[in-house]
């Protein structure tokens, strides 16, 4: 059906109260808004869900009178299949039980297969209830003169020849009908066959016209009973389409209620972010604070690491110098030879603590005079210069 696809284009009608209130999409800006559309929303679903139960409870009538109607037509086929003599089961439509919505809530005997459970008390009870019953029944036989009557003056029913209908009237014979020949009956006797017999045509010409008659009833009864249960297949069709429409509506704003339970959802959920997020920039901050005085102190003791380094490094150019060596040994009565010798020396020494002070992470200590004062013989200052490989004159004496 077009309108299952396009369903807002299926019907025009006038728009509700309810509907009037509610905002545009693009309206929709805060969470009160959306609150709020989310119960307009689910009154216009309920209105939905209203109109379409009125539909059904008009179909639940119009079902209830075409079933009435129906009963009442297999009523006169089954009395005229009853005329015709004929065996024919005749369904006739029947309310289901789970119709009913309350017959959940009903509980029959058969259902319960289990004995109930009864005191003497009230069996003593029932048993006289249903001997009383049967002596009022056996009273009300035996004083039933209107039966009784019927009985045996009409056969027990009250139809009489007029309330008969063709197929029910028959032509009583006498028995000398059947017991004399026709060549030997009086004149009197032959007229009164020749009337029987005339009367006996006349009741099967009826009697066949009656049943043609009958015939073309029941097919106008079938065929009235077929219209009857098309024209509700029709009003149950329709009431399906119609259920397909209210639906695809009624969903149609659950869904977008979902879509705006979801927004405020997400916006709760930016809250608690954002929140989280404050929280953590404050955490942060902090911990920046504290680190930048944390490298305010490390600069602080880099900075003065460094003019010790500085220090020492300068005093080591001053101790390392030719003039500073040779003014502590300017009162010692050396010769310039020796003071040579062991300036070459002391260098040598000084160059394998300086490495053995990056290697090891050691420097030497300002102010130290690293047991130079203590080679005060010449001829142990000589050794120690020819074990060191440098030789006793040096031709570039003062590099320092």
């Known amino acids: ?16 109260d309810g509907k009037q209130l509610l905002y545009q ?23 939905f869900r209203a109109d379409f139960n009125q539909l059904f409870e008009k179909c639940q009538e119009d079902k209830k009178q075409i079933m009435d109607q129906i009963k009442e037509k297999i009523t006169r086929i089954r009395s005229i299949l ?24 009903h509980v029959k005997d058969s259902e319960i297969s ?3 459970w009864l005191s003497p008390e009230e069996r003593k009870q029932l048993a006289e209830a249903a001997a009383r019953e049967e002596e009022r029944l056996r009273a009300l036989r035996e004083n039933d003169a209107g039966t009784r009557a019927l009985q045996q003056m009409m056969g027990g029913t009250l139809k009489t020849k007029k309330d008969l209908s063709a197929l029910e009237r028959t032509v009583d014979k006498e028995p000398w009908m059947d017991q004399i020949p026709e060549e030997e009956m009086t ?14 045509k006349a009741l099967l010409e009826e009697q066949d016209k009656y049943r043609k008659q009958l015939d073309t009833d029941l097919k106008r009864l079938r065929s009235e009973v077929q219209e009857l249960s098309q024209q509700f297949e029709s009003i149950l069709k329709e009431l399906s389409h119609k259920r397909f429409a209210h639906d695809a509506k009624f969903f149609c704003q659950e869904l977008y209620c979902v ?7 997400q916006s709760v959920e930016d809250q608690q972010f954002l929140r989280q997020c ?32 500085d220090e020492r490094v300068r005093h080591e150019k001053e101790v390392s110098s030719a003039t500073h060596f040779r003014q502590q040994f300017a009162q010692s009565g050396l010769e310039p030879e020796a003071i040579t010798a062991l300036l070459q020396i002391f260098r040598r020494r000084q160059g394998g603590r300086n490495r053995q002070s990056i290697v090891g992470g050691t420097s030497p200590e300002p102010g130290r005079k690293s047991g130079v004062r203590e080679a005060t013989d010449m001829t142990g200052l000589a050794a120690a210069a020819a074990a060191e490989g440098w030789p006793p004159r040096d031709p570039y004496p003062d590099l320092g």
Do not use: C, M
Not at 1 to 16: D, H, L
Not at 25 to 45: A, D, G, K, Y
Not at 87 to 105: A, K, T
Not at 187 to 200: I, N, S, T, V
């Open 25 to 47: 999409p693009f309206e929709l800006l805060s969470n009160s808004r959306r609150r709020l559309q989310v119960h307009l929303l689910q009154s216009l679903s309920a209105e």
């Open 278 to 309: 404050h929280h953590d920039v404050g955490e942060i901050q902090v911990r920046l604070t504290g680190a930048e005085a944390k490298l305010d102190d490390f600069r602080g003791d880099v900075g003065a690491a460094r003019e010790r380094q």
């Open 187 to 200: 004149d009197l006797q032959r007229q009164a066959f020749k009337e029987f017999q005339e009367k006996e």
């Open 259 to 265: 879509r705006l339970q979801l927004a405020l959802l």
């Open 1 to 16: 059906e077009a309108y299952i696809v396009n369903w807002w284009a299926a019907e025009q009608q006038p728009v509700s």
């Open 114 to 116: 289990v004995e109930k």
């Open 82 to 105: 009853r005329e015709q003599q004929t065996e024919e089961e005749v369904p006739e439509p029947q309310n289901r039980d789970f119709e009913d919505p309350e017959f959940v809530l």
